[in-house]
């Protein structure tokens, strides 16, 4: 089944030390989308590509990057991950006129 | 700037109630609305997408409207169920012609057994 898989699911990382998510779709969608989601709050877009166009929100920390080096791959690296970085981090695509999203992946800080 | 809120933020129904969750947003330039459900822990799972076009969407127990005029939409649940426990979350894009999409808070909606 074409789908927005995220990898991994729960990842636990240590205050200051870098970590990578990854996001791979099989939809052939030329957006793709970061978001991170604190309890009960809603998503908040980090950035987008529109191909290999990068968008960055004007309000994303410096400490977040992204890569995506193919339609298919995404990946969000946080540099220095901080005590306010844990949460739930949505990957999703978008065919202009729907969304898709990922399981996500639950980000752990020590 | 796109702002959407959803109301209420919470709600607790018995089993079988017919309810309506509410969206209402700033800019009415838009092309489309979608209304999403999230579990505890979960991604997000597209319920309906509703075009500039169309007044409603159906899906089973649920119809979604869009009145782009007044800058509202409606998500409507028949006879629900405890299953249908989740978050629902509005969101229409965030600008004309754009790829971003705002999302409002949600409503946490509890259906009892």
């Known amino acids: 089944d074409a789908m927005v898989i995220q990898n991994p699911r729960y990842q636990v990382t240590q205050f200051g030390k870098p970590v990578t998510l990854s996001c791979s779709q099989t939809?052939?969608?030329?957006?793709m989308y970061w978001y991170q989601q604190k309890s009960s709050q809603a998503p908040k877009l980090l950035f987008h590509?529109?191909?290999?166009?990068?968008?960055n929100e004007a309000d994303t920390p410096d400490n977040f990057q992204s890569r995506r080096p193919n339609t298919s791959f995404c990946f969000l690296d946080i540099r220095s991950p901080g005590l306010g970085d844990a949460a739930m981090y949505l990957c999703?695509?978008?065919?202009?006129?729907?969304?898709?999203f990922g399981p996500g992946t639950r980000l752990l800080v020590l | 700037k796109q702002e959407v809120t959803q109301i209420p933020a919470a709600l607790s129904v018995p089993e079988g109630e017919n309810l309506v969750l509410n969206c209402s947003f700033t800019?009415?330039?838009?092309?489309?609305l979608q209304w999403f459900r999230q579990d505890p822990g979960k991604g997000l799972t597209s319920l309906l997408l509703?075009?500039?076009?169309?007044r409603e969407q159906t899906s089973g127990r649920l119809n979604a409207s869009l009145d782009k005029s007044s800058g509202r939409s409606t998500l409507y649940i028949a006879a629900s169920q405890p299953g249908d426990s989740a978050t629902y979350l509005c969101?229409?894009?965030?600008?004309?012609?754009?790829?971003?999409?705002?999302f409002g808070a949600g409503t946490r909606l509890f259906v009892k057994a």
């Open positions: 939809l052939n969608h030329n957006v």
């Open positions: 509703i075009q500039s076009s169309q």
């Open positions: 800019d009415s330039a838009i092309y489309n």
């Open positions: 590509y529109y191909d290999k166009d990068f968008n």
């Open positions: 969101a229409p894009p965030s600008q004309t012609g754009g790829f971003k999409t705002i």
């Open positions: 999703a695509t978008s065919s202009r006129n729907s969304q898709y």
